[in-house]
């Protein structure tokens, strides 16, 4: 499947997952002329570290897409409290079905539902539910799966890497979570290359092939 000019969208739980699980992937495919559409559900008011306005995380999402290339018009926050989604789930199913008919993408970009995030699991579930037609790929958040089947590769290169790393950095408010480390991002990368053959790459299962 190539990813020219493709219309794309990437689900992310709560603001930075997108760049995580798949943030080369996207400037690879904005490179290659595809629409990118991102969803957070949640800015996670509840969760921001002390120090920090409690709305810090709307502000660090909107820069950091704004790096991957993804214009304003294509973002869009919910506000799902964290923690709380599985409470939610039919308001989230339905918030979904209504981005399905808005813009009918050709591919989707969600977390594993094997991702053991109570919100990950439950955007997963969901996501698969409204996409039922559309090529799905779900992205890898190692601290957070055990189980993850790397059946499909992005191909990457320095220039990907860079621009992910440098969208990651917008998120100052999350820098000392664990996962959030330069070494971390850019070896998963790099072992996934190797397993790809090429300098760097994002890996996915397989939810849902549409050719």
């Not at 409204?130 to 499909?152: C, D, G, H, R, V």
Request: charge should be neutral; hydrophobic fraction near 40%; include cysteine.
């Amino acid at each position: 499947m190539n990813l020219d000019k493709k219309k794309v969208l990437v689900l992310a739980p709560h603001t930075d997952d997108g760049e995580f699980g798949c943030g080369g992937t996207i400037v690879k495919l904005i490179e290659a002329r595809s629409e990118v559409h991102y969803v957070a559900f949640s800015s996670c008011r509840a969760s921001v570290p002390a120090g920090f306005p409690d709305d810090v995380l709307i502000h660090e999402v909107k820069a950091a897409t704004k790096i991957l290339g993804i214009p304003p018009t294509r973002l869009y926050i919910l506000d799902y409290p964290v923690r709380q989604f599985a409470h939610h789930r039919q308001d989230i199913l339905e918030d979904l079905v209504k981005y399905q008919r808005l813009l009918n993408p050709d591919l989707v970009f969600l977390p594993s539902v094997n991702d053991l995030h109570q919100d990950h699991h439950t955007v997963a579930m969901e996501g698969i539910r409204a996409f039922k037609q559309t090529t799905i790929l779900a992205y890898e958040m190692p601290w957070n799966n055990i189980i993850f089947s790397t059946q499909a590769y992005v191909k990457l290169e320095q220039r990907h890497m860079n621009i992910k790393l440098e969208a990651l950095k917008e998120y100052k408010s999350q820098a000392a979570r664990p996962y959030a480390s330069r070494e971390l991002v850019c070896g998963l990368a790099k072992a996934r290359g190797v397993s790809a053959g090429a300098d760097y790459a994002e890996a996915f299962e397989v939810v849902r092939l549409t050719l």
